[in-house]
């Protein structure tokens, strides 16, 4: 009876339970006529999720104190610049020789358009501009498949569709699927395959002008010349250049993609401005919560001397790996689901060059040069074209590759990514240098993580503890969400802590 009755829309389906309810921003006049009033709240953690906790609770009046312990707020939202100065658990101390307008986002770099990210951006009046995730004219390079130049984004895709469109095509034509579909369906399937791969009319693969040319069309008597060296079927699939090609159809890679204009931290800045710098504490690292069943107290260390603060409620938006090694008193079933999600590493560098090769030698305007070497990705700046200095991305990796990394001095890492980068583009990868800054998630003191890993999903049976408040502590981060490492994980996450806290105070 109960399904019948969600069939016609009378009660609460499954499907219907797993749709988010619309968040519905806090308001001072929600405690009109209600004899209650908004309470204090000690938040934990200036990153994304802390500061948007405070700025939403803001809204309706709360008072809120933000403890950060980085001389900074924003968290993994880290901008360099010229002047900035870091120094990781190796004790390497970089400070970054960036000329003016130019950065590196250490962190996030790229917003989908689906994200609320965008939509704090355009709330707090953060401008946005295109941030190029993939680009036909960057590189492809596999030097374990013997690869010995890179090859062209959009040249080795056209290979790879055009030989996978004329297999199946051939196989449809010899009866292959006349099991699976009828003839009328095999000829439709026949068609998209000509037109997706650039098929001739006996249904063969034979290049075109999707692969680029060497000449590019021009004025007359210059009708263009199309590039030669077209490799078989067999060296193309040998290459594995194909493997790139599903990351522009992700839910979460596909264009377009955004970034705030002059780097990333303006999120932040602008949130720190919303929520008002005198509620925020830098330097101040938690050492102890205490829920006090009427109220919670968090000891921290702040220039060198220990303080404490009191407040009605408490939202902890710290790291969760950070979050295991303070001491509280919330339950063994919130320490062991803090336990249970382990940091991941994550790593770049910034390589500042003193022309903008890649777009005078190489026609690369932004887009992501893809390799199997330990760099992994070289991202191309989506911003500054036709200026005179840039900075490229020598490495985005993670994992393993990461780690090796962060073990070497600055100087080295950048030695070893020129050295990959030169394999791919020329020596100008290593003569155009100027200077370079290296920056490495998990030997960043007060974070140690790029992101985190949450078995099962954060639904999971064993995170019940975190995502339900203890005593007077809630919980929020991105790591409380389906889009771990994204901005859009964070403000969800510090959504729905907002809206279970703000219910409790209207109805205790």
Request: charged fraction near 20%; glycine fraction near 12%; aromatic fraction near 10%.
């Amino acid at each position: 009876m109960f399904a019948t009755m969600g069939a016609l829309g009378l009660a609460p389906t499954a499907q219907a339970a797993q749709r988010e309810e619309p968040f519905r921003a806090l308001k001072a006049s929600d405690f009109t006529l209600t004899g209650r009033s908004a309470a204090k709240v000690v938040v934990l953690g200036g990153g994304i999720a802390g500061l948007t906790t405070a700025y939403e609770l803001g809204k309706a009046g709360y008072d809120c104190t933000v403890l950060e312990a980085r001389d900074r707020t924003g968290g993994r939202n880290f901008t360099v610049r010229g002047g900035d100065s870091t120094t990781d658990l190796y004790g390497n101390r970089q400070t970054a020789r960036f000329a003016e307008g130019h950065y590196m986002n250490a962190g996030p770099a790229r917003i989908p358009q689906w994200m609320v990210t965008l939509d704090y951006c355009r709330e707090l009046g953060v401008p946005i501009e295109v941030f190029t995730n993939v680009n036909a004219d960057a590189y492809l390079f596999n030097e374990s498949a013997g690869m010995t130049k890179p090859v062209r984004y959009r040249t080795a895709k056209a290979d790879v569709y055009g030989y996978v469109s004329e297999l199946l095509a051939k196989a449809t034509n010899k009866g292959a699927l006349d099991k699976e579909l009828t003839a009328d369906d095999q000829e439709r399937l026949v068609d998209f395959l000509q037109d997706w791969g650039e098929l001739g009319d006996k249904l063969t693969y034979e290049g075109g002008e999707r692969r680029g040319y060497s000449t590019v069309p021009a004025a007359a008597g210059t009708p263009g010349v199309l590039l030669g060296d077209l490799p078989t079927a067999s060296q193309v699939f040998a290459s594995g250049v194909g493997r790139y090609f599903s990351f522009e159809f992700g839910f979460d890679q596909a264009m377009l993609m955004f970034q705030p204009v002059g780097g990333m931290d303006q999120i932040p800045r602008a949130l720190t401005r919303a929520v008002g710098a005198h509620r925020i504490r830098t330097g101040a690292a938690v050492r102890k919560i205490t829920d006090k069943g009427s109220g919670v107290t968090v000891t921290y260390t702040q220039g060198g001397r220990t303080k404490v603060i009191e407040a009605d409620y408490c939202v902890a938006a710290m790291p969760p790996s950070i979050l295991a090694k303070i001491p509280h008193n919330l339950g063994s079933g919130v320490q062991s689901a803090l336990e249970a999600i382990t940091p991941s590493s994550a790593a770049k560098i910034g390589l500042e060059y003193r022309s903008r090769w890649w777009e005078l030698d190489h026609n690369i305007y932004g887009g992501i040069t893809e390799t199997d070497q330990d760099v992994v990705h070289i991202w191309h700046p989506s911003y500054g074209f036709h200026g005179e200095r840039g900075i490229m991305i020598g490495y985005y990796n993670y994992g393993d590759d990461a780690d090796s990394y962060a073990k070497l001095a600055p100087k080295e890492r950048e030695k070893r990514a020129v050295a990959a980068g030169v394999k791919i583009y020329g020596e100008k990868y290593r003569t155009e240098l100027v200077s370079s800054f290296s920056h490495h998630w998990r030997q960043t003191p007060h974070l140690e993580a790029a992101w985190h890993d949450t078995p099962g999903g954060p639904d999971a049976p064993r995170y019940k503890p975190l995502n339900e408040p203890s005593g007077r502590v809630h919980f929020a981060g991105d790591w409380l969400s389906y889009t771990d490492a994204w901005q859009h994980g964070a403000f969800t996450s510090a959504r729905k802590a907002v809206t279970a806290l703000h219910t409790r105070v209207l109805s205790d």
